[in-house]
């Protein structure tokens, strides 16, 4: 059986005459990931912070285990874990004493709260650095610290705020490998993000904020259904090349002006691999190879008809 751990329905909120949020509905199901993507100031953060009680909704209703926003806010808090964009970790301190000042927060019995500190530096791979000031860790490290600190409540609803923001690839995927474990505890994860990748990689269902509106949800396989393929984009020398090139490429789009050759593929290295035997077996010269993947802005362009970088305009 499935349950709702979110539900939101026409959640409304504006800064003066700005409105950021004009009628939200969500409904995320317990145990999965579910992803708010949208680009910058699309009212991302604003969602979370009226979702986890931070902040009040002008108008709407949400649910959040099961109890309500507005009126149990003691409930909620006491149901959930929320990682920032600015994370809560204590600069001054060190990931141990960080972790400590949560435990002790918490009021574990015994020796349990040094076990459970022990634990999660382990788990988050923080054990080396963990005596070390959290000011000298890189921003993977202070984004780990920052969720290990989160779980010693052992919430069952955790919050991402954009977790993944300003690090580094490596460091991205070690947090997605986090977050995919934390799903398979049964925890129930609402992450937002401004990366399609990010979405695509982890999430169960997105929802797509535009303009204060979520113009499109679904599983990541639906809403890619509705914006174009990636391509390789191919540059010639020549308009021969060009022509040549046209001949055994089926189904790609010349551009002879800009001596351009655009190829629908899914930027895997065996098509990319089969595209250029191909060129060498006909003795194709290619000056520039570019492989181009959906991205944000293509979901965007194909959902709302303008690019994600537009701000929201309202009077
Ligand atoms: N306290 C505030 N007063 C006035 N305007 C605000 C306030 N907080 C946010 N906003 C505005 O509301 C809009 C949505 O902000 P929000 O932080 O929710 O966006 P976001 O999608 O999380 O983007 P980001 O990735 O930049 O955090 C922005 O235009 C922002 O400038």
Not at 36 to 56: D, Q, R, S, Y
Request: no cysteine; hydrophobic share 40%; charged share 25%.
């Amino acid at each position: 059986m499935t349950s709702s751990a979110i539900t939101a329905s026409g959640l409304k909120k504006a800064y003066k005459d700005k409105v950021v949020l004009d009628g939200i509905d969500l409904d995320v199901q317990t145990g999965t990931i579910f992803s708010l993507l949208g680009p910058n100031g699309a009212g991302k953060t604003t969602t979370v912070n009226l979702l986890t009680t931070l902040l009040k909704m002008d108008a709407g209703t949400a649910r959040v285990a099961g109890y309500d926003v507005a009126t149990e806010t003691k409930q909620v808090r006491s149901s959930i874990g929320v990682t920032g964009q600015f994370a809560s970790v204590d600069e001054l301190l060190s990931g141990r004493e960080n972790l400590q000042l949560m435990v002790d927060l918490h009021h574990f019995k015994g020796g349990e709260g040094k076990t459970v500190v022990e634990h999660l530096l382990r788990r988050f791979d923080l054990k080396e650095a963990a005596d070390k000031r959290a000011s000298t860790y890189s921003g993977g490290m202070r984004r780990k610290l920052d969720l290990a600190m989160t779980l010693v409540g052992r919430p069952r609803i955790i919050f991402l705020d954009e977790p993944t923001t300003g690090l580094d690839p490596r460091s991205r995927r070690t947090m997605w490998n986090i977050v995919r474990e934390l799903v398979a505890d049964g925890i129930t994860i609402f992450l937002t993000t401004q990366y399609l990748e990010e979405a695509d990689q982890l999430a169960d269902r997105i929802a797509v904020l535009d303009q204060g509106k979520v113009v499109a949800e679904g599983t990541p396989e639906q809403l890619k259904r509705k914006i174009p393929g990636g391509h390789v984009q191919l540059r010639f020398a020549d308009v021969a090349q060009l022509q040549a090139a046209v001949r055994v490429l089926p189904g790609s789009a010349p551009d002879e002006e800009s001596l351009i050759l655009r190829v629908p593929s899914d930027g895997g290295v065996k098509s990319m691999r089969t595209l250029l035997d191909r060129l060498d077996e006909y003795a194709i010269d290619v000056d520039e190879f570019t492989v181009r993947m959906p991205d944000l802005d293509d979901v965007f362009l194909a959902l709302t008809g303008h690019d994600a970088k537009t701000e929201v305009v309202t009077k």
